[in-house]
C-alpha cells in the first residue's frame, strides 16, 4: 500500500470540499473494494475520504411510493429493514445474497453501485427497478448510470448521497452464484411497474449490467412466465471465464428469468386463515414470503419458506425443487426458482 492522507468528515459539506480540494482524492466506503485495490497498488490516491461518520447518507425511508436508501447505508440494513421487506421484498433478498455476512455489514450500497462491477448483485435492482441514483449535485436515472465495465456516469469528484427505488407491483431477484465468492453468475431482477415490465440481467453481460428488451416486451404484453418460453438471449456479448462459458451464461439467463425454472411442491397448513385479513387457506394474497436453504442428508436441496400472512404470526413450510428441466410454472413465492415475480403486498 502506498502512504495517503486518511480523512473522516462528519458532514456531507465537508466532504465534498475535502475532495475538491485533494489532489487526487478518493472516497471510501465499505472499504471492501478500494482496500484490496490499495492492497495491490493498483491505485495511489493523495487522500481517503471516509464516508462512515456522515449520518446523513445513512439509513432507509419509505415515502410516498418511494423507498430511500441512503448512500452508505450497508447490504445487512437493507437486508433486514422492515420498510424494504415490506415495500420491495425481492430487493431486501437481494441485499441478503451478496457476499457473507462480513462484507455484508462492511459494504454499502453507494460503494458498490460507483464501483459497478459487472458481476455485483445492486445494478441489476436498480435497473430492474428504474431506480434514481441521488449525488451531492444531480439526479441520474439508472438507465443512464450505468455505462461499462466499471464505468459509471459519475464525474471524479461527484458523491452518490443516496438510490431511490419506486415500489413495483411486483419484483423477484434470481441469483446464481460463483460459489467461492458469491459473485453472481447471472442475476435476473424483473419487475412490473406502471409503466411496464423490466428484465435486468447482472453477471452475465462484457460491458456489465443490461436489460432484455424482448422478455421487457413478452412480459408487458402477457404476464406469464409462459410469455418468454421462446426467447433465448445471444450469447455474443456475454462474458466467458473460467467460471461459465457465454453460453452457458445465456442459457442461465433464461433459467433464471423463468422459461425453463423449478417447479415447486409445496404443501400448506390447511383450514387456517389470516388472523388479519380472515382470507383462507393460507397464504393470503397480502403474505410476505422468506426463503432459506435446509440441507437435507441424501437429498440435494430442500428450502424452508417462512410465511408472514398480513400481520398474522409466520409459519414455516418446507418446499423441494423438482427436477430444473420440468415444466415451466410459475413460482408461488418470491425467492424461489423461477424469478418470476409475486405481487407486492399493498401498505
Ligand atoms: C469476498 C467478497 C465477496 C463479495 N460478494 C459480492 C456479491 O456477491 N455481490 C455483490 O454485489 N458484491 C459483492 N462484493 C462487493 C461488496 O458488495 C462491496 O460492497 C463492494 O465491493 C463495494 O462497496 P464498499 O462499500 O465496500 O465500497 P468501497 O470499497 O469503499 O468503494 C468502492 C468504490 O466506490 C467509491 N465510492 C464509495 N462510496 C461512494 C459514494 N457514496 N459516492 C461515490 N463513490 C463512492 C470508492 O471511491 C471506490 O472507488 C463482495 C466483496 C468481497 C470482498
Keep these: 500500500m502506498y502512504d495517503f492522507e486518511y480523512q473522516r468528515p462528519a458532514s456531507l459539506a465537508d466532504a465534498i470540499t475535502a475532495l475538491k480540494s485533494a489532489e487526487d482524492g478518493k472516497l471510501l466506503a465499505g472499504g471492501h473494494t478500494l482496500i484490496p485495490t490499495l492492497k495491490q497498488r493498483l491505485a495511489r490516491p493523495s487522500d481517503l475520504i471516509d464516508l462512515s461518520g456522515i449520518a446523513e447518507l445513512r439509513g432507509i425511508k419509505s415515502e410516498g411510493g418511494t423507498i430511500t436508501v441512503g448512500a452508505t447505508t450497508s447490504h445487512a440494513e437493507v437486508t433486514e429493514s422492515d420498510a424494504v421487506k415490506s ?33 455485483a448483485d445492486y445494478p441489476g435492482a436498480l435497473l430492474g427497478l428504474g431506480a434514481t441514483i441521488v449525488t451531492d449535485s444531480r439526479e441520474i436515472t439508472a438507465d443512464d ?62 460491458e456489465g449490467v443490461f436489460r432484455v428488451p424482448e422478455m421487457e416486451a413478452a412480459l408487458s404484453a402477457n404476464f406469464s412466465p409462459d410469455a418468454i418460453s421462446g426467447i433465448t438471449v445471444s450469447d455474443s456479448n456475454l462474458n466467458t471465464d473460467i467460471h461459465a462459458s457465454a453460453e452457458y451464461r445465456a442459457h442461465l ?23 388479519s ?9 397480502g403474505a410476505t414470503f422468506q426463503r432459506s436453504r435446509v440441507p437435507v442428508a441424501g437429498r440435494r436441496v430442500r428450502y424452508r419458506i417462512t410465511a408472514y400472512p398480513c400481520q398474522d404470526s409466520p409459519f414455516s413450510v418446507s ?14 413465492f418470491p425467492g424461489s426458482r423461477p424469478a418470476f415475480p409475486q405481487p407486492v403486498p399493498a401498505g
Design 87 to 119: 415495500a420491495i421484498p425481492a430487493l431486501a433478498e437481494l441485499a441478503g445474497m451478496i457476499g457473507d455476512p462480513q462484507v455484508r455489514h462492511c459494504g454499502t450500497i453507494g460503494g458498490s453501485i460507483a464501483n459497478n462491477d459487472p458481476a
Design 145 to 206: 448510470f450505468f455505462l461499462g465495465l466499471f464505468e459509471t456516469a459519475l464525474e471524479e469528484t461527484e458523491i452518490i448521497t443516496a438510490v431511490k427505488f419506486p415500489v413495483p407491483q411486483a419484483a423477484n431477484y434470481q441469483k446464481f452464484a460463483q460459489p467461492a465468492s458469491r459473485f453472481s453468475l447471472v442475476g435476473a431482477f424483473v419487475a412490473k411497474t406502471g409503466g411496464g415490465v423490466r428484465v435486468a440481467i447482472t453477471g452475465a453481460g462484457q
Design 277 to 285: 385479513c380472515r382470507q383462507a387457506p393460507l397464504p393470503c394474497s
Design 319 to 332: 418446499v423441494r425443487p423438482n427436477a430444473p428441466d420440468g415444466p415451466p410454472t410459475p413460482a408461488r
Design 253 to 275: 439467463i433464461g433459467v433464471m428469468v423463468g422459461s425453463r425454472g423449478y417447479r415447486l411442491r409445496v404443501s400448506l397448513p390447511k383450514g387456517r386463515q389470516c388472523a
